[in-house]
């Protein structure tokens, strides 16, 4: 079974511009979690979606949103970027539930200039 | 919202030497997970310990979970380079995983 894919690996922004990031989930999975790390604050939750709903959020501005397409696909969008949004965007899959094993894509490396 | 501190921050070893990583929370948590995380992947679950007083052993690593569910221990036994990494405890705060401040180790040949 493939495991999680994140497109793209690399992407350089400049502050006000916004940036869409794609993540496939394993195939089965339906639940998709999005998570901003940093070397100062570490490994955050930013949202889950489930069956195209954001089940979860955590405490991000506005300014970071996400979708599900009915095939569990899932986007998270940053719009008006700032400088300290420069971070590893990683994204995880589960089969349904909260508290099930969560299997991490390799990230999207995202640098805002 | 529930906290994960782990000690140390940093650990730089030599191949061959012991060493132990810890998660405290002040809260207590109905299970705790450990990933590793190696240089441009993602955090890949090594082990989740469900029961206070739990251990569990994973070839020379050994995890422990505290009698109150409050804090969790890493131990490797013997390091190896192959051992380098970012070691994150995690554990679920009603819906949402967060995950501890991380141990960054290095081991050297």
């Known amino acids: 079974k493939a495991g999680v894919t994140q497109t793209p690996r690399y992407l350089i922004k400049t502050r006000g511009q916004q940036v869409t990031l794609s993540c496939s989930p394993i195939s089965g999975h339906r639940s998709v979690s999005w998570y901003q790390q940093t070397p100062g604050q570490g490994l955050q939750f930013l949202f889950e979606?489930?069956?195209?709903?954001?089940?979860n959020k955590g405490n991000f501005p506005g300014r970071f949103s996400g979708r599900q397409f009915s095939n569990s696909r899932s986007e998270m969008n940053v719009s008006t970027l700032e400088l300290g949004d420069s971070a590893l965007y990683l994204c995880a899959s589960s089969l349904e539930r909260e508290g099930e094993t969560q299997y991490f894509g390799p990230g999207t490396r995202l640098l805002v200039l | 919202t529930q906290l994960l501190e782990q000690s140390p921050q940093f650990l730089s070893i030599q191949e061959g030497e012991n060493l132990t990583v810890y998660c405290n929370s002040s809260s207590v948590f109905s299970s705790l997970q450990w990933y590793r995380q190696e240089p441009g992947e993602g955090p890949v679950l090594l082990v989740t310990?469900?029961?206070?007083?739990e251990v569990k052993k994973l070839k020379r690593l050994t995890f422990q979970f505290g009698d109150a569910r409050k804090d969790s221990s890493l131990h490797i036994t013997a390091a190896q380079p192959g051992d380098t990494g970012l070691y994150l405890c995690?554990?679920?705060?009603?819906?949402?995983?967060?995950f501890g401040t991380g141990t960054r180790l290095q081991v050297f040949p």
């Open positions: 979606y489930f069956s195209e709903t954001q089940r």
């Open positions: 995690a554990g679920w705060d009603t819906d949402k995983l967060i």
């Open positions: 310990v469900v029961t206070g007083g």
